[in-house]
């Protein structure tokens, strides 16, 4: 059996086998990029690193840019298993110079059937006063 985590900010939320849309919300300054979320995949039996979930961008922004980038991260989850090099696909969010409400969407496909593909909808509001 595979565990999959996703890391976003702010909180750790573990992954599931989920086709209803989850809401997530982030506040971030005019012009700044932000990292939004991170998955990967490990076995929990054995702490072997699965490759990366592939994501894919369904409704993108309008007031910034999504970006999706994969690399290596730290496994989090299940706490056996926790800073384990993995392979991981990185979400990440460049507000642009206009302030206001973006919102788009992204789906997350997982090799394990038990996780399946996740989709996640979410919203930034780009305020100046945001970190």
Known sequence: ?????????????????NNIPRPR????????????????EIVDANCQALKAPTVR????????????SQGLGLADNPAKCA???VPVTEVYYQ???R????????????????LGTQRVQGAVAITPGAR
């Not at 059996?1 to 086998?17: D, E």
């Not at 919300?25 to 990967?40: D, E, I, Q, R």
């Not at 206001?100 to 394990?112: A, C, H, K, L, Y």
């Open 1 to 17: 059996m595979a565990a999959a985590a996703l890391i976003s900010m702010p909180g750790a939320h573990a992954a599931g086998n």
């Open 25 to 40: 919300a982030w506040s971030v300054p005019p012009s700044k990029a932000t990292l939004l979320a991170t998955y990967y």
């Open 57 to 68: 961008i369904t409704d993108r922004p309008t007031l910034g840019t999504l970006t999706i």
């Open 83 to 85: 800073n384990i090099q």
């Open 95 to 97: 507000a642009g110079t």
């Open 99 to 114: 302030l206001g409400q973006d919102n788009f969407s992204w789906e997350v496909r997982f090799q394990s059937q038990n």
